[in-house]
Every structure is written in structure tokens, then in C-alpha cells.
């Protein structure tokens, strides 16, 4: 089965330091990974793919199929990156995406 | 710029009611999805559906049913809506590999 594991509820960190959100997932194919962010009043929006590579607002996240890991990190934190961060998989076969349970990411000044 | 709107942002119902939020899109999409956001257990999927009158059920389909008649429209339909259903609803389309989510609709059954 499907699954996405999110840890922390909420992290809360100080504008400049290093952030990392953790997200484990299980799944028995070959999963497509993603982060979509959430801002407050906003629209859930993509923030970045496992298969693009790329950084995106300086964040960035690298799948790890030997720990089933798909961390968010970002070396320093600003404290326009708030939001609520989670982690979504999706089946190459079937497009299923399902979601962890968020990690909401607090940057104080 | 691409869309995907649910028809209403609040809605207020009283238990027992059939209650139908809508959801269309305007990219061409073949697959939409309904989500269910609650504090604390994120984004859990209701049902989705890959083609017109296609659907799968989610992880929480209980309560719930879906209706697909063309291909920009995915409705869900509470039945007999109750008050453990107050939550906020989500509607995505995906395409490619990116999902657009729409506004959310915030129902309350009282």
C-alpha cells in the first residue's frame, strides 16, 4: 500500500538557519515524489518534483530509495518560506497521489 | 493561466442533507481528485478519477460518492451529510505530473 509519514507537525526555526523536513514513504513500485507548499490564504501549490532535480526558493530534496526518504532541506531559512509543507507520492502506473500529513515550517525573525 | 474552481468557497448544511460540491477545470486534465484537509491528519483522498465516468476510491470514501459526466467537471456528493464531515474540501486536476488544486470549500454541517 501507499503510504507518506510526515514526523513533525510543526518545526519552528530562526530566519537563517537550516531547515529540514523530513518524509518517508513506502511503496512497492517506482513512486514519483513531490513537495507542494501551501501559504497562508493560498492555493496548495507544487513547490518542487524528484524527478526535476532542481531547486526551487532555495529548497531542495533528494530521493533516498534505499531509506525511503524524500527530504525537504534549505540551508537558510527566510522567513517568506512559512507555510505548510507536505509531501505527496504518486504511482507511475495508476497517477493515485496521496499526501502525508503536513509539516507546518515557522521562520521567526 | 490555468484553473480549477469549486463552486463554492463556505457552505453551511444540516445533517441528513445531500450536499454536492463542485469542481471544474479547464485543462484538458483526464485525472481530478477529491481530498478531504482536517488540522493534524493532512491531505486524505477521497476518490479520484481517471477518465470521464471513471473513479477509484480513496482512503476515505465512506460517506462519499462521485460523479463524472464530462471530462472538466468531478462532483462530490455527501449523501447524508453529518457533522464528522465538517472539514475543508480540496479538488485537484493533474495532467502531467503536477497537480492544480482549486480555492477549497469549507463545508460546516450542523
Known amino acids: 500500500a501507499q503510504r507518506v509519514t510526515q514526523p513533525e507537525k510543526l518545526l519552528s526555526v530562526f530566519k537563517g538557519a537550516p531547515v529540514e523536513l523530513k518524509c518517508n514513504y513506502s511503496?512497492?513500485?517506482?513512486?514519483?515524489l513531490f513537495w507542494y507548499v501551501q501559504y497562508s490564504r493560498q492555493r496548495l501549490q507544487l513547490l518542487l518534483r524528484?524527478?526535476s532535480r532542481e531547486s526551487i526558493k532555495g529548497f531542495t530534496a533528494d530521493l533516498n530509495k534505499g531509506e525511503t526518504s524524500f527530504h525537504l532541506k534549505k540551508p537558510f531559512a527566510q522567513e517568506e518560506d512559512s507555510a505548510m509543507y507536505y509531501c505527496?507520492?504518486?504511482?507511475?502506473?495508476?497517477?493515485?497521489?496521496?499526501f502525508g500529513t503536513g509539516t507546518r515550517l515557522q521562520v521567526f525573525p | 493561466d490555468v484553473k480549477v474552481t469549486q463552486s463554492s468557497r463556505y457552505l453551511v448544511k444540516r445533517t441528513g442533507e445531500k450536499v454536492f460540491l463542485e469542481c471544474v477545470q479547464d485543462?484538458?486534465?483526464?485525472?481530478m481528485f477529491w481530498y478531504r484537509q482536517d488540522p493534524g491528519l493532512g491531505l486524505r483522498l477521497i476518490y479520484f478519477?481517471?477518465?470521464?465516468?471513471?473513479?477509484e476510491k480513496g482512503d476515505i470514501p465512506e460517506g462519499y460518492s462521485v460523479s463524472r459526466e464530462k471530462k472538466e467537471r468531478f462532483s462530490l456528493i455527501l449523501e447524508s451529510a453529518s457533522t464528522n464531515q465538517t472539514s475543508m474540501y480540496l479538488c485537484?486536476?493533474?495532467?502531467?505530473?503536477?497537480?492544480?488544486f482549486g480555492q477549497g470549500t469549507r463545508l460546516t454541517v450542523v
Open positions: 505527496a507520492l504518486s504511482s507511475y502506473n495508476t497517477d493515485k497521489l496521496i
Open positions: 478519477s481517471y477518465d470521464v465516468k471513471m473513479k
Open positions: 485543462m484538458d486534465h483526464e485525472n
Open positions: 485537484a486536476s493533474k495532467g502531467g505530473t503536477e497537480a492544480f
Open positions: 511503496y512497492s513500485g517506482s513512486p514519483e
Open positions: 524528484h524527478i
